[in-house]
């Protein structure tokens, strides 16, 4: 039981982290490495928040939320104001530099992270058995995913395409194209961060491994299978991508096998996807 | 004077592509502007539109400088560009392409009486206003593009080859309804045509540039069909 709890869990933590990818990489067409970097930044900061100085959960979050965002736009208001594809690259740079911080930084205990890191507790009501944390994954998946859909309904969700399919066509309609992308880069990275912060608090565990670049690959694939460009895919995809290689734990595998399978399988999926259905799971038209 | 271009120097970063390049459009009017291959008609436009800033000369729209402007400031000004090869949203529908174009006015009966006007004068974009952009046929993103650079209600409409890979028939009636909605919405037109036949017999005014200058300004457009000057222009 604890461990389909654990499993539905991280379900709920990578919706939120394909759906806000979706945003950046789907909607406006920057294809981003450093999505767990960013999920690195907000765990960081809640648990150095918590472990540290005691504060409690639900302080650290707007901590997190606003450094989060004033390190993406940093880094976004001077690249993206290159157009095309060098935005990738600048990505990767982005990754290297904040997995070797997160390694070497004593302020972040180097390569040994963090451990027994408080539970998240709401207003003095502490969430401690799985079952509790299960509800608080799911109701912030749910305020998340919600968030993400109406800025992608609202004209900024039109106006994101539009920029992903052509810059310049896009500012001579009278769109401020620098500032949607710097806007949706920051909202993206923020929302990773969130999701940082209730993992730290829910697994109360972290270290700088959980946030390297092959985390950030896996969570563009999460976001690319599910369909990019739809909010829906990324909600659809998840579960199936998380839950499906799992069934080789019961099929009486070791795990010393299990481990590579599961690898190979993810790999196949995506040749697979990517040769019959490259628009992912769910179509965006 | 609507738009005037003074003494203009403008290129890619050390290649210079207009040399001093001078003209003038009138209010109401529909100016063609065209020339050999190379000539610089498309960078002409992209100086008008803020995507390259000269490197001398003045831009003056409606009497103000625009040359050093952000082109999404120039388009807020009132200057549309329907940039070369009817670049629609393919992803978007007809109706969301217009919609990307309008969404400055903010008054919603306003912006329903501008969708109303590009329906009127494109009736194929109200049966197809549900239909993903890339699904229409050439002549029809044509079309679209051109409406939607009209949902703003510019002053001035900057149109680069509407010709682009149209059918000769397709492109007949495209050039008609330009000059309607010259008439009908009472904008300006600067219009860059391949198609010198075409463009000339509907045209008011014209300039014929070659290497970066005009070397050519006509008050009847149509004149320079039978005239040697473009001939020139073209071969020698």
Redesign the interface.
């Known amino acids: 039981m604890e461990y389909v709890l654990f499993i539905l869990i991280n379900i709920n933590m990578y919706i939120v982290l394909a759906v806000s990818l979706n945003l950046i990489m789907g909607y406006a067409g920057l294809i981003s490495v450093s999505h767990a970097a960013f999920m690195g930044i907000g765990a960081y900061v809640t648990t150095i928040l918590m472990v540290q100085f005691g504060w409690s959960f639900l302080l650290t979050l707007p901590a997190a939320l606003l450094f989060a965002a004033v390190i993406s736009a940093i880094i976004a208001v001077p690249s993206l104001r290159v157009k095309g594809d060098h935005y990738i690259v600048m990505s990767f740079g982005i990754q290297f530099i904040l997995t070797s911080l997160l390694n070497n930084l004593n302020i972040t205990n180097r390569a040994m992270g963090f451990a027994g890191i408080p539970k998240p507790s709401f207003f003095g009501f502490a969430f401690e058995s799985n079952f509790a944390l299960l509800f608080v994954s799911l109701g912030f998946m749910l305020v998340c995913v919600l968030f993400a859909a109406r800025l992608a309904h609202a004209?900024f969700g039109?106006?994101l395409?539009?920029i992903?399919?052509?810059e310049?066509?896009?500012?001579?309609?009278?769109?401020?194209?620098v500032f949607y992308k710097v806007a949706v880069f920051v909202i993206g990275c923020s929302l990773a961060a969130l999701t940082g912060s209730f993992f730290a608090s829910i697994v109360s565990f972290i270290d700088p491994f959980s946030f390297t670049l092959d985390e950030s690959i896996f969570i563009s694939t999460l976001a690319i299978i599910g369909g990019s460009?739809t909010i829906r895919g990324s909600i659809v995809g998840v579960p199936l991508l998380i839950a499906f290689p799992e069934i080789l734990r019961f099929m009486q595998v070791p795990t010393t096998v299990a481990g590579p399978l599961r690898l190979i399988f993810y790999g196949l999926l995506i040749i697979l996807f990517m040769r019959f259905r490259p628009q992912g799971i769910i179509k965006?038209? | 004077m609507l738009l005037e271009l003074k003494e203009i120097e403008a290129g890619y970063g050390k290649k210079s592509v207009l040399f001093g390049l001078s003209m003038n459009v009138k209010e109401g009017q529909m100016m063609a502007l065209v020339g050999p291959n190379g000539a610089g008609k498309t960078t002409t436009l992209r100086v008008i539109?803020g995507?390259i800033h000269p490197n001398r000369g003045s831009v003056l729209f409606r009497g103000k400088d625009i040359s050093q402007m952000?082109?999404?400031?120039?388009?807020?000004n009132g200057v549309?560009?329907?940039?070369q090869g009817s670049?629609v949203?393919?992803?978007?529908t007809v109706y969301?392409n217009l919609?990307?174009?309008g969404?400055?006015i903010k008054d919603s009966n306003e912006f329903r009486e501008s969708l109303e006007g590009i329906y009127r004068l494109f009736p194929v974009l109200e049966e197809r206003k549900s239909q993903?952009a890339g699904t229409l046929s050439g002549g029809e993103q044509q079309m679209l593009a051109i409406g939607?650079?009209l949902m703003?209600r510019p002053k001035l409409l900057l149109l680069d080859e509407p010709s682009t890979g149209l059918a000769p028939k397709v492109l007949h009636e495209l050039m008609k309804t330009i000059v309607a909605v010259k008439e009908k919405m009472n904008t300006s037109i600067l219009i860059v045509e391949q198609n010198v036949n075409e463009v000339l017999k509907v045209a008011d005014e014209a300039y014929v540039m070659k290497l970066g200058r005009i070397v050519c300004y006509e008050q009847c457009a149509e004149t320079l069909l039978y005239d040697d000057k473009l001939r020139k222009a073209y071969l020698s």
Do not use: C
């Not at chain 2, 549309?80 to 940039?83: A, R, T």
């Open positions: 004209p039109l106006i395409k539009a992903r399919e052509d310049n066509a896009t500012e001579s309609l009278g769109k401020n194209v460009g965006e038209y | 539109a995507q952000m082109p999404h400031l120039v388009a807020q549309s560009l329907v940039p670049r949203f393919t992803s978007l969301e919609e990307m174009g969404f400055q993903w939607r650079g703003s």
